[in-house]
């Protein structure tokens, strides 16, 4: 396949965590096109598991769908530079009080793969030791515990569907439960 060519990019908005982009490109049969691209300097996420194997997530308001979602802990990173395994350590202590000394890497994620090129690494956490919360001004995130089958299920009936939520659920339990 040929290639596409970008040929100019303008921000047409900047946001605290996104630009909004006008790109012009030519396309392999020499069509000029523009296409909207959404910036953004990356994410972590992270699946905390506890000794008795229950997950650990987090249920917080989400603007953009004006309700509520049950999520695995997420932030984005500090500076387009910080090692995501870096990002996922400390979202994983603000927004549930724990601490690991086992981040293990379970995928990587484009969740928007049309119009973004924010990508999410996403990690396994282990050997959880509580310690305290860090949330920032904007949150305000409940704790849930759950069985890893009890979130398939939700899954399976809508009731969770963030894009990175349900990736990752899935990768972690083909990976680390059918055995």
């Not at 096109?33 to 997530?57: E, F, N, Q, T």
């Not at 387009?80 to 000394?101: K, N, W």
């Not at 069985?147 to 399976?156: D, T």
Request: include cysteine; glycine fraction near 4%.
């Amino acid at each position: 396949m040929e290639p596409f060519k970008r040929i100019n990019r303008d921000i047409v908005y900047e946001g605290a965590i996104l630009q909004f982009c006008e790109d012009e490109i030519i396309t392999p049969k020499g069509n000029k096109v523009k296409w909207d691209y959404l910036k953004h300097k990356g994410a972590a996420a992270v699946i905390p598991v506890l000794d008795d194997g229950r997950i650990l997530m987090v249920r917080q308001w989400r603007n953009a769908i004006d309700r509520f979602a049950l999520e695995i802990p997420a932030g984005g990173k500090d500076s387009v530079d910080e090692p995501t395994i870096q990002c996922a350590a400390r979202e994983l202590e603000e927004e549930t009080g724990y601490h690991s000394d086992r981040l293990e890497f379970l995928q990587t994620i484009v969740p928007a793969i049309a119009y973004s090129g924010e990508t999410i690494d996403v990690y396994v956490a282990f050997n959880l030791e509580k310690t305290k919360r860090h949330l920032d001004p904007d949150e305000d995130i409940e704790l849930e515990l759950f069985q890893v089958e009890e979130l398939i299920q939700m899954i399976v009936n809508n009731e969770i569907n963030d894009s990175k939520t349900v990736s990752s659920i899935l990768t972690y339990y083909h990976k680390y439960c059918m055995k």
